[in-house]
């Protein structure tokens, strides 16, 4: 029996496997953790000292967190995702510009009181590691898996049409039915927890420091991890699901 849905299955895999890396990127980079000490008394050389060293210091956290915004707004537009409504996108596109503006607000202070402030500032209002990167990833992993359930969806119907034809001509295909059965309810599965990863994080907002805020944001990064890592693994079952149908079809 020719079968021609075993390169198709192969381009599903191909198109899925892609998710694997993706939520490495939920995972909290080392120079997300910023921790900025309270302002204490100093004068003369010293503070000048403290002062040009908080400015050298903020400058680099904004160049590197200009960077990231560039490498996920690249990320976002480089495939489809789940950031339909740009919401995303839109706070990439804001942040670079908001954090240059505090870089020169940094750079112009004369006190370190001020310095400190603006320097915190970076962290608490503009969580690049902590919120956006999470949510730009979350966004195309789920723009991923859609477009691998898509291919695995079309797979599954011109599967379940040979299975029916093999079981009208009075082959015993309980095995690729059962079979057929799981892949669907695996590419269902898969879609729930990639659209409920990117939703739950696209509502992430900046802690400014409020460390309820904090818990919670890292609760949902956490969560959306597992719906990622679960949504991937409901995937490689779906296409197992797919090779043991055409098994039981090349052995009619």
Same mark, same amino acid.
């Given at each position: 029996?020719?079968?021609?849905?075993?390169?198709?299955?192969?381009?599903?895999?191909?198109?899925?496997?892609?998710?694997?890396?993706?939520?490495?990127?939920?995972?909290?980079?080392?120079?997300?953790?910023?921790?900025?000490?309270?302002?204490?008394?100093?004068?003369?050389?010293?503070?000048?000292?403290?002062?040009?060293? @908080?400015?050298? #210091?903020?400058?680099?956290?904004?160049?590197?967190?200009?960077?990231?915004?560039?490498?996920?707004?690249?990320?976002?537009?480089?495939?489809?995702?789940?950031?339909?409504?740009?919401?995303?996108?839109? @706070?990439?596109?804001?942040?670079?510009?908001?954090?240059?503006?505090?870089?020169?607000?940094?750079?112009?202070?004369?006190?370190?009181? /001020?310095?400190?402030?603006?320097?915190?500032?970076?962290?608490?209002?503009?969580?690049?590691?902590?919120?956006?990167?999470?949510?730009?990833?979350?966004?195309?992993?789920?723009?991923?898996?859609?477009?691998?359930?898509?291919?695995?969806?079309?797979?599954? #119907?011109?599967?379940?049409?040979?299975?029916?034809?093999?079981?009208?001509?009075?082959?015993?295909?309980?095995?690729?039915?059962?079979?057929?059965?799981?892949?669907?309810?695996?590419?269902?599965?898969?879609?729930?927890?990639?659209?409920?990863?990117?939703?739950?994080? #696209?509502?992430?907002?900046?802690?400014?420091?409020?460390?309820?805020?904090?818990?919670?944001?890292?609760?949902?990064?956490?969560?959306?991890?597992?719906?990622?890592?679960?949504?991937?693994?409901?995937?490689?079952? #779906?296409?197992? /699901?797919?090779?043991? @149908?055409?098994?039981?079809?090349?052995?009619?």
């Amino acid at each position: 029996m020719h079968l021609p849905l075993t390169s198709t299955i192969a381009r599903g895999a191909a198109v899925f496997a892609v998710v694997a890396g993706i939520t490495a990127g939920l995972a909290l980079p080392a120079s997300a953790a910023s921790v900025v000490t309270k302002p204490t008394a100093a004068s003369g050389a010293a503070a000048a000292t403290a002062l040009d060293q @908080i400015k050298a #210091a903020g400058a680099a956290a904004i160049s590197q967190r200009e960077a990231q915004l560039t490498k996920l707004a690249g990320r976002l537009s480089a495939a489809p995702s789940c950031d339909a409504d740009g919401t995303i996108a839109g @706070i990439i596109a804001a942040d670079g510009p908001a954090l240059a503006g505090i870089g020169t607000k940094l750079a112009a202070d004369t006190t370190l009181v /001020d310095a400190k402030a603006d320097y915190q500032s970076i962290f608490d209002d503009y969580r690049v590691y902590l919120v956006v990167t999470p949510q730009a990833y979350a966004a195309a992993a789920c723009g991923r898996i859609d477009v691998a359930t898509t291919t695995l969806t079309a797979d599954q #119907a011109k599967l379940d049409t040979r299975v029916k034809a093999a079981a009208a001509g009075g082959a015993d295909m309980t095995a690729a039915e059962a079979a057929l059965t799981d892949m669907g309810t695996k590419i269902a599965d898969a879609t729930t927890k990639g659209d409920r990863a990117a939703a739950s994080l #696209a509502a992430l907002v900046p802690d400014h420091g409020d460390k309820a805020v904090i818990g919670s944001n890292a609760a949902a990064v956490d969560a959306a991890h597992a719906d990622l890592e679960s949504a991937h693994a409901d995937l490689t079952a #779906a296409t197992q /699901d797919a090779r043991t @149908i055409i098994a039981a079809l090349k052995a009619v």
